[in-house]
């Protein structure tokens, strides 16, 4: 008799996750308390896959074998409550491609902030130097899907806390742990150590075969890494010390040992600027080292690389007032980084929906950078009380268009307008690509 499997959720993981089960022979079911977008609705149907949107049939789902849920719906959910409550097995997205991925390999990226750009690179390096591999997880298809439709033999993936809590023998052959800062305090019961304990989840189930990357310059990450990592290879990356396996940087040269071959390559010559993309690109060039691209391809790569959409993105300059785009900062530690490689005087555009955030991470580098901050949320008490102190041009707008032109109204030439909100985009817009894109398209109607 096959499984059951209830897929909560419809978006990107739960209909890849739904292709991948029904080839595997479960019994499918996906059910979406919202709409399903047209394009996962009509791949459902196209493969006769059962589904119902805008609501939960009970009876059905608690029937379940196992279940897999969405990233994106929380334990307080009342079904997952009713599901937990009756001993039902639930899995994540990754959980399930990870059973059926063969013999293929798995390259597993997480972290705060800078997970996406170091996965883009990394896969960026590894395609240059050859290797058969798929850009998964956060970032490109899911998972399920790719491991469903196009199997590779490695998977470079973005991985997000939310994912990591499903997991169950989930084990990546290389894990890249970018940083751990306070975000998504709300799904975690407001408490950080909770969070941090998701994210180290990463290495759970690694062995002595299996490597862990890590910046052995972050606090939290110095503070736990012995409770977490017993079983793995360790290879940190840092700039404050030099040690004699992973990759360092020191006098503007970066070296990285994996123990196979030895690379030096200058900060100079990396594409992406600023010291947070110095921690990425050697996150992304060991990880690349580990899996045998050979050092000429990762320097290669490291200088040809672009930066990504939504993340510090130069959109324009209109006379003389640089525009960038960071909308993927959806908390205060991106918007930090974002800060912190700013040369010019910033106009800078804060708000959205607070995810318990702490404005005084960024309080010295906004009275040292910014002259102005224009709000787009529903709600920017919160911005008021955190900087009226600080910045003396405060202003609240309601949406991309306005919140665009008074920033330009307050800027002069030599200026920077920083759309790097801290905060999630939900109250005004889909997403933080759709948030993105209203703020680029509201620069060219200037």
Not at 125 to 132: A, F, M, N, R, Y
Not at 139 to 159: L, M, N, T
Not at 187 to 195: A, D, G, H, M, P
Not at 221 to 231: D, E, F, G, H
Request: glycine share 8%; hydrophobic share 35%; charged share 25%.
């Amino acid at each position: 008799m096959s499984k059951k499997l209830i897929i909560l959720g419809g978006g990107e993981s739960g209909v890849g996750a739904a292709m991948l089960a029904q080839r595997q022979g479960y019994e499918v079911f996906v059910s979406d308390g919202g709409q399903l977008k047209e394009q996962y609705r009509q791949e459902l149907q196209q493969k006769g896959i059962a589904f119902e949107e805008g609501g939960h049939s009970g009876d059905r789902i608690l029937d379940a074998d196992e279940v897999m849920k969405s990233p994106g719906i929380p334990e307080k959910n009342e079904w997952v409550k009713k599901i937990r409550a009756k001993g039902i097995p639930v899995i994540s997205e990754i959980e399930l491609a990870y059973r059926y991925k063969g013999n293929s390999k798995i390259v597993g990226i997480t972290g705060s902030n800078g997970k996406t750009t170091t996965t883009a690179m990394t896969y960026h390096i590894c395609k240059h130097g050859g290797l058969d591999c798929a850009l998964v997880g956060n970032i490109g298809y899911s998972f399920a899907r790719q491991v469903a439709e196009d199997p590779k033999k490695w998977y470079v993936a973005e991985i997000s806390s939310f994912q990591l809590d499903d997991i169950h023998t989930f084990r990546p052959d290389v894990a890249v742990l970018t940083n751990i800062t306070e975000d998504h305090l709300d799904r975690y019961e407001y408490k950080f150590v909770n969070y941090i304990h998701s994210k180290f989840r990463i290495v759970m189930n690694q062995t002595r075969e299996d490597y862990f990357i890590y910046c052995a310059d972050d606090p939290v990450i110095k503070q736990y890494i012995s409770q977490y990592s017993t079983n793995t290879n360790p290879l940190p990356f840092t700039m404050q010390q030099e040690p004699n396996k992973g990759g360092f940087i020191k006098n503007g040269q970066m070296s990285i040992d994996t123990g196979s071959e030895k690379l030096q390559m200058s900060i100079y010559d990396f594409a992406l600027k600023g010291i947070h993309n110095q921690y990425n690109t050697m996150a992304a060039g060991i990880a690349s080292a580990t899996v045998g691209i050979r050092k000429q391809k990762i320097r290669e790569a490291i200088q040809s690389f672009e930066a990504l959409e939504h993340r510090m993105e130069y959109v324009s300059t209109v006379r003389g007032v640089e525009f960038i785009n960071d909308s993927k900062a959806t908390n205060v530690n991106s918007t930090w980084y974002a800060l912190e490689s700013m040369e010019k005087p910033v106009i800078l555009i804060l708000g959205g929906v607070d995810k318990g955030n702490d404005y005084s991470l960024i309080r010295d580098l906004v009275k040292d950078k910014v002259k102005a901050i224009v709000c787009m949320g529903t709600d920017n008490r919160k911005i008021h009380e955190a900087f009226q102190n600080d910045v003396s041009l405060m202003v609240n707008t309601a949406g991309a268009q306005e919140a665009v032109k008074a920033a330009f109204h307050f800027s002069n030439k030599g200026d920077v307008v920083l759309l790097s909100p801290a905060c999630a985009s939900f109250d005004l817009f889909k997403n933080y690509e759709d948030r993105g894109q209203q703020f680029k398209d509201a620069v060219k109607d200037l």
